[in-house]
């Protein structure tokens, strides 16, 4: 009865206008829906720099760069960091607040599609963050963006605390 039902509705769309007013649908429709989808998602996953107690979730790793003195300029002479990378669950667009360039924050830019993290943690975390590369995480901190050599992805975090998920 169902296929019956399906059957008549395709018949009925394929004939004259309604087939074509369908399609017309269908073509400028689906754009709109797709981007309201995305700007809904992308919404949810929206941060702004400066301001503690941000939660960010993720598998936490380690990555080898090259540290001073010339950070990669000059890899015969440079000594090799490991640091702590948050690969994100979810891609996250930073911002900067609206007051940022009257309090003289460095974070100034817009930061979109940012899937990695770099975590700086306190001394006395380092060696509880090391046991948990690999796993999945939960990280609170501030968020800030990168302008200084040592500050190897696009935005980085001054992590307060974290845990296992």
Do not use: C
């Not at 998602?41 to 939660?55: C, I, P, W």
């Not at 010339?70 to 007051?99: C, Q, S």
């Not at 460095?106 to 006395?124: E, H, I, K, Y």
């Amino acid at each position: 009865m169902m296929d019956n039902a399906l059957a008549s509705i395709f018949r009925f769309l394929s004939t004259g206008k309604w087939a074509r007013m369908l399609l017309a649908v269908a073509v400028f429709a689906s754009p709109q829906v797709i981007l309201l989808a995305q700007h809904k998602t992308t919404e949810a996953h929206r941060y702004s720099y400066d301001k503690g107690g941000v939660q960010l979730e993720g598998t936490l790793t380690e990555r080898t760069v090259y540290g001073p003195p010339g950070f990669g300029e000059t890899p015969a002479k440079d000594i090799r960091e490991r640091i702590l990378i948050l690969k994100l669950a979810h891609p996250i667009t930073v911002e900067p607040l609206a007051d940022a360039k009257a309090k003289n924050s460095p974070s100034l830019d817009t930061a979109r599609n940012v899937r990695d993290v770099q975590l700086f943690v306190g001394r006395t975390q380092t060696a509880e963050a090391h046991k948990l590369i690999g796993t999945k995480i939960v990280a609170i901190g501030t968020l800030n963006e990168a302008v200084a050599p040592s500050q190897y992805t696009k935005v980085w975090m001054d992590v307060k605390s974290f845990s296992p998920k």
